[in-house]
Structures are given as C-alpha cells and as structure tokens.
C-alpha cells in the first residue's frame, strides 16, 4: 500500500475518516471491546500489505496448500489442534519464526509474492482450544481475501458452514478452494463435490464464489520434482497453477487494492448495521417508555380535570347548608322582630339562645361532615391515581424483561433502565401500600381549616364547622345588638318593620359573604392540594422522564450519525470500484 495513486490515497484518507466516525458514533450504544478493536485494526491495516487469511477445518490442509505454493515446507503440518498455532507469513530475507503472543507465531521466507501479500494460516474452525477459534475469528475481519478450505473426503461441514456465516457477516470476498482432489474417483466424483459445494455457498453467501479444485499433497511433489516434465505433469494435476494464477495474475495489483480498500468497508458496514440495529431496538423501547410517560402524564391530566369538575358538585353540598342558614335566619327574623317580641328583643341572651337554637342548628356537623365527606373523596382519589401509575409501571417493567429476553436491548442501558423502574415501582408500591387515610385526611382538613380560617375568622384550631358558626354568630350579635338600640326606644315602635328589612339584608349579606369567601377559600385550598398531590406523582416519574427524554436524545443522535456513515461507506464503494476500470 505504499505505492497509490491521488485517487487511492484520498479513498483511503476518507476510509479512515469514516472509521475513527463510526467510533465516535457507537459509544453512545455501549460498544463491546471487540467491535472497537475491530474498528481500530481496520484502520490501522490500511496501511498494510494485502491479506491472505487461510480458514477450514484442522486437518482440511491449510497448512500444506501455503507450503506447496511457497515451494518448501515453511509451515508445520501434522500437528494436533491442542498445540497448533496462528501462523503470520511475512517476506523475509530468510526463513525465520518468532512468536508475537502466545498463540500468533510470524514466519519469514523469501518468497517474491510475499513481497505484495501477507498469509495468515490459522488452526481450524473445529480446533479443540476455544482460543484458537477466537484468534481465527479476529483475523477474518483482518483479511482482504479469505481462502475457505475444504476437504473432498468431508466437503462443507457443519462447522465450516456455521465459520462461514461469520466470513459473510464480515462481508469478506471469499474464495473456495476444494483441497485433497486426488482422494477423489475421477472427474463425475469431482463434479458432484463441486456441485453439492456450489449448493451450499450459494444458500449461505447469496452468490457464487469462485471455486477452485486442488490437490496440495501433488503441488508439493510438483514442486519437489527435479524432472521439469513431471513437475508440469504433477503440478496440472494437482490444479495448483489454475489457484496461483487467479492469486498473483487475475488478483493485479488494481483488483488487489480494490479488495484491500474494501475491507475495512466491510467491517464498518458490519459494525454499523448492528449497532443501527441496537439503536433502533433501543429507540423503539424508549418510544414505548415515552409512550408510557405520556400515559401517566395523561391520567394526572384527566384527574385532575376529573377532580375539579367533581369538586364543583360536591362544594355545592356545603353551600346549599349556607343556604339553609340563610333561610332559617330569614323566618327567624320575621318571627322574632316584631312588636309583640319586644320585650324578648330586649333580652338578647334570649334571643342569642333562640337564634342559635332555630337559625345556627346543627350547621357545624353538617359543614364538618360535608367536607369530611369532601376530604375523604380526595384521599381516596389520590390513592386511586398512585395506584394507576404504579399498575403502568408494572406493566412497562414486565414489557421491558420481555425485550431483555428477546435480546431487543441489553447492556448498561438495560440496567440503568431496569434500576430505574425498578425504583419508580417499588416508590409506588411503598406509597401504596403505606398510605394512611387517616393522616391524610387530618392533613388535608387542617390545611382547610386553615385556609377557611384567615378568611372568614382570626383561628384556625377550631373544626370547620364551629369557625363557620362563629362567623355567623359574629354577625348576628351586630345585627341583634342594633336591633335593641332601636326598640329600647320610643321611635322604634315606628321604625321597627324598616329595620326587620335592614337586619335580614345585612344578615343575607353576611351569609351570602361568607358563603362566597367559605367557597372560594375552599377551592383555593382544593387547588393548592391538587396540584400537591399531582406534583408528587410528577416528582416521583421525573427521574424516569427524564431519562426517557435524554435516551432518546443520545441514542436518536447516534442512529442519524450511523445513517449518515452507511451512506458515506456507500459512496467510497462505489468510488472503490473504479479503481483500475
């Protein structure tokens, strides 16, 4: 990759663009290590030579393919999957091994082609170490061209084609090669191999690779041959040639660079179709959770709409016992100022006794039972409501297990989430199951009677009731005690009827005041433990709202960032493949 032209060498400048982009991208989505390191590496073998990655069974001969092509026996052969090692096949001035890792040994020969292309040889996809499986499946992402070896005594096993499903993810070009030909009966039993192999690439890769035939036991022969004639006859045989020359002749250098540029297009494609997956599953999860929000959101909404409007049917109880009073008071004074009571109105402890015995009633235990009935709606309303968010919250938890176990979202997002609702539900629940009608209700009424209280009377110990009666004890001691200024005169005897009238209008004056400021001090305190009430409930789901909405925000950034590099990596694919055209 040292020699490109402007035209490669601005493709590769934006292929590592958009590499250290798709980084930044996925860290909102938790990213696994290996997807990063992929990303990484990626980037880093842009500027590496070409890739060969050698991948089948143990025992397909991987090893024996490279040693025929190279023409010695540089690589190990006949060694057990236990102690077998990756092996990395570089140009050298000579052969040479050293170890990279403990499961990664480089080798150097001076083969020429070695000079334009490195040979990765890996132990098997059926190897007994789960290392080496995982080691073979991290060069595979690494590779620019994947030689898949099979063999002709057990062509496409079960193993291969689950390891190639793995190449296809990758979106890796792959070539198949059909080793050990010559255990084979002839050329009907060559075709019936090829054809079953042809099959069943077609079914896992969705096209038709190429496929070649060979023999790498009679390449070696082919290439330890001395007899010019027989190593031509051994090495056409063997089909070795037909392999060679796709790799070196077919595979210039310009199809070459097309493959080295578009393997790490293949790995990015990968990455962001997966992560474009995690984002949407996540979205679509969050879509639901705002959904729920919006749900609660909705039934504080309606309850308290709910409650206001049936608030205004049950004030209407407690004015109706205003009116009552003001009823009683009006026959009360038609029937106690007059003339033939005036010695009565003279005595005013009488008439306080009578006025309270005909007028005041029992109106104290009926306002203090209106609005006990009055507070009590409102407790039981209240527990209803934190009952509905904490059946929604139990809902969307048992939803949000189920996504876990489709797999639909996963990670430190799921956890967070989970601790979240898990904490919301259980808030609910202990409020639910701790709320204490009683001490609400005392709650409520105390803050009542001392809304009602400043408004109507300086106090505010009393029960509702008895504050109200004061207020209108108050009043008729002013009206009464008027009342026997004017008949403890003579003129009264004239002027009585006119102040009859003026006593029942002041009175239904007083009355009609403190009707207005009792209803409208109660529903300012109805308002006040309204909003008391839903606020708490909108305190309690804001952490989970909030998360909602910042989820939403970070993972709807990072889907658009991830749509916008798939289109970006389709437009350097297309620019790749004019490379050399």
């Given amino acids: 990759m040292d020699i490109l032209t402007d035209q490669q060498i601005e493709i590769r400048a934006a292929e590592r663009v958009a590499l250290q982009q798709l980084q930044t991208a996925i860290k909102p989505l938790e990213p696994q290590a290996d997807d990063l390191n992929a990303l990484k590496q990626a980037e880093a073998d842009l500027e590496e030579l070409f890739l060969l990655v050698v991948v089948g069974e143990f025992n397909s001969g991987k090893s024996s393919l490279i040693n025929a092509m190279l023409g010695a026996e540089v690589l190990p052969e006949g060694v057990t999957p236990t102690t077998a090692s990756i092996n990395l096949l570089r140009y050298g001035p000579q052969a040479g091994e050293r170890p990279i890792s403990d499961f990664v040994v480089e080798r150097t020969y001076p083969a020429d082609f070695l000079r334009d292309i490195s040979i990765v040889d890996t132990p098997g996809t059926n190897a007994i170490i789960r290392r080496h499986e995982e080691l073979t499946r991290n060069f595979v992402p690494r590779s620019d061209l994947v030689l898949f070896i099979t063999s002709a005594d057990r062509p496409f096993t079960e193993s291969e084609r689950g390891f190639m499903d793995t190449i296809r993810e990758w979106g890796k070009k792959i070539v198949l090669i059909l080793n050990k030909i010559d255990l084979l009966q002839g050329q009907d039993e060559l075709d019936r191999v090829l054809s079953f192999i042809e099959d069943n690439s077609v079914t896992l890769l969705g096209q038709k690779p190429e496929i070649f035939p060979v023999s790498a036991r009679m390449g070696k022969r082919a290439r330890a ?265 003579a003129i009264g005897l004239f002027i009585l009827p006119y102040r009859k009238r003026k006593a029942q209008e002041e009175f239904r004056a007083r009355t009609q005041e403190l009707r207005e400021k009792l209803v409208s001090s109660m529903t300012r305190q109805f308002d006040v433990e309204l909003t008391r009430s839903t606020e708490r409930l909108r305190d309690a789901i804001a952490p989970y709202t909030r998360f909602v909405r910042l989820e939403q925000e970070r993972v709807g950034g990072a889907d658009t960032a991830l749509t916008e590099i798939e289109a970006k990596l389709g437009e350097l694919r297309a620019e790749i493949e004019t490379i050399g055209r």
């Fill in 225 to 489: 041959a001395q007899d010019p004639d027989q190593q031509q006859q051994l090495l056409k045989a063997s089909r070795l040639d037909r392999l060679e020359h796709y790799i070196f002749n077919t595979l210039d250098e310009a199809s070459r660079v097309r493959l080295k540029l578009s393997s790490p297009l293949g790995i990015a494609s990968r990455i962001t179709d997966k992560y474009r997956e995690i984002a949407r599953a996540r979205l679509a999860v969050l879509a639901d959770d705002a959904k729920t929000v919006e749900n609660i959101e909705g039934e504080l909404r309606l309850y308290a709409d709910d409650m206001r409007r049936e608030f205004t049917t049950r004030i209407t109880e407690v004015e109706n016992i205003i009116y009552e009073l003001k009823e009683r008071g009006d026959a009360f004074f038609n029937d106690t100022i007059r003339v033939s009571r005036i010695r009565d109105l003279v005595n005013s402890q009488k008439i306080q006794r009578e006025f309270e015995e005909r007028v005041i009633s029992d109106t104290a235990r009926r306002v203090d039972d209106a609005t006990g009935g009055l507070i009590d709606w409102m407790v039981d309303k209240d527990l209803r409501q934190w009952q509905r968010v904490q059946e929604y919250i139990d809902r969307r938890r048992q939803a949000g297990q189920n996504e876990q176990a489709f797999g639909n979202i996963s990670g430190q997002f799921a956890y967070n989430r989970d601790i979240l609702l898990k904490s919301l539900a259980q808030e609910a629940r202990h409020v639910v199951e701790s709320y204490d009608r009683r001490e609400e209700a005392a709650v409520i009424a105390q803050d009542m009677r001392s809304a009602v209280g400043q408004v109507i009377v300086a106090g505010s110990v009393a029960t509702l009731g008895v504050l109200i009666t004061l207020a209108i004890s108050s009043a008729f001691v002013d009206i009464t005690g008027v009342t026997a200024a004017l008949v403890s005169g």
